[in-house]
């Protein structure tokens, strides 16, 4: 049975647990990662000396390393004190070899070879990519940064774009075209997530491409952003801006997470916690639902210097859960004679 070759789309912390699993199988594994951060460490060095966004991609590299452990330790090490503080090492380094090699393509070919890293990592675009929503007031929100922090739905979006327009990396194409499989998710919808999408060349090669497309729902909503949510919302959010119905399976976790851990998420986001999913909803919906338990049952350790620290995510996938699935799905058409559907 030849490799298969499966791209993941997306950014952030959503990546990095989705690569982590995938990293340990027999594939041709691509990452295609956002451009659009600009905030904490990576926001500093964009504007102080006009790099692309190290963040994602150092994420992306320290997943995928086959380093030893303490050199993928030393790529997420974020200084606690000095004129460094808040900055993550990984960012320092990447930025420095973008410097070097005199492009950011360059520098992450170099970095993957000093850190052993297993599959490819491409960046959507080569452009500056600076990312903007204009809301139904007509008022511009500039920057992934704001972006992230804005209550969007309260007004309501007319328009996601990038200000100058910006086109697709020619790899991330060839990426697609060659793809047996594509993933998208999990992570910030319409920080890591749509900003891949909203790029015409890059979201008509999806169209076009024949590999199925797998949609990793997010375990939890956002406030402001994904209130309320179910999983037919993101898949329609995410089909609009590709351009059509491409999303072909979406898997959903069905495991509850700790109470305790629901009631702080409630506390502190202020919304419903947990993305559901409600059958009656959408009876002609074209994807395959596959439920299962994706939860990790382990707490991620923030360093003290993290700005973004109590922003981030505390109830978050399994690697291995989600990398199995995956496999499965790319699996099924071998079994088609006797696996009679999945709903």
Do not use: W
């Amino acid at each position: 049975m030849s490799r298969k070759n499966i791209i993941t789309i997306g950014g952030g912390t959503g990546s990095f647990t989705l690569l982590s699993g995938l990293k340990k199988y027999d594939i041709n594994l691509s990452a295609i990662v956002s451009m659009a951060d600009d905030g904490g460490s990576t926001g500093v060095l964009r504007d102080e000396l006009g790099v692309l966004p190290p963040g994602d991609v150092r994420q992306c590299l320290a997943a995928l390393s086959d380093s030893e452990k303490s050199l993928r330790e030393l790529l997420s090490y974020r200084f606690e004190e000095g004129k460094l503080k808040g900055h993550n090492f990984g960012n320092l380094f990447l930025s420095a070899l973008e410097k070097i090699n005199g492009s950011f393509s360059r520098g992450i070919e170099e970095a993957k070879d000093i850190l052993k890293v297993k599959g490819d990592i491409i960046p959507v675009t080569e452009n500056e990519a600076n990312l903007c929503i204009r809301l139904k007031n007509n008022k511009i929100l500039e920057g992934e940064s704001k972006i992230n922090h804005s209550n969007l739905q309260r007004i309501g979006i007319t328009k996601i774009c990038y200000k100058p327009k910006i086109t697709a990396n020619p790899r991330a194409i060839e990426a697609i075209k060659k793809a047996d499989l594509i993933v998208i998710g999990p992570g910030n919808h319409y920080c890591s997530i749509l900003p891949n999408l909203i790029i015409k060349d890059f979201s008509q090669a999806i169209r076009e491409s024949k590999a199925k497309v797998i949609y990793n729902c997010n375990l939890t909503n956002k406030k402001g952003h994904t209130e309320n949510f179910d999983v037919d919302d993101f898949v329609e959010s995410i089909n609009k801006y590709i351009g059509r119905d491409r999303v072909n399976y979406v898997l959903f976790n069905s495991k509850n997470p700790n109470q305790n851990l629901i009631a702080r998420y409630e506390k502190q986001e202020g919304v419903r916690a947990l993305v559901h999913f409600n059958q009656a909803k959408n009876p002609a919906r074209k994807f395959k639902l596959i439920k299962g338990d994706f939860l990790s049952r382990n707490q991620p350790n923030y360093s003290k210097a993290d700005k973004l620290a109590s922003k981030r995510a505390f109830i978050r996938h399994d690697s291995d859960k989600l990398a199995k699935a995956i496999r499965l799905v790319g699996e099924l058409d071998s079994y088609k004679s006797f696996i009679k559907g999945i709903i």
